[in-house]
């Protein structure tokens, strides 16, 4: 899954990564997920994240994914412009 961020308070990219970097760290500690910053690298004001998640069944993954989604729609300081998800599927 990935979303693509707004923070339109930062002046800075240090000012952006100040504002994301807890929302990185919560998706990793609280749901044990992958997480990382993957596009807009240098824009001051646009992030863009991606999560990985990788469970037993497809009910459970979506849990996750639906949990994450709040957790990043409910950071302060942060817009949520948009979300997509891709799916990858294990070949017996």
């Known amino acids: 899954m990935t979303f ?4 339109p308070t930062s002046r800075s990219l240090k000012a952006k990564r100040a504002a994301i ?22 824009q001051w004001q646009r992030a ?15 849990e996750l994914l639906d949990a994450a ?6 950071a302060p300081d942060i817009e949520l412009l948009a979300t997509s998800v891709a799916w990858l599927e294990a070949s017996e």
């Open 4 to 7: 693509d961020l707004h923070v």
């Open 21 to 42: 970097r807890p929302v990185l760290d919560g998706l990793r500690h609280r749901f044990r997920i992958s997480v990382a910053e993957v596009d807009h690298l240098d």
């Open 48 to 62: 863009e994240i991606a999560v990985a998640v990788v469970a037993g069944t497809d009910g459970r993954v979506q």
């Open 69 to 74: 989604e709040r957790f990043v729609a409910g």
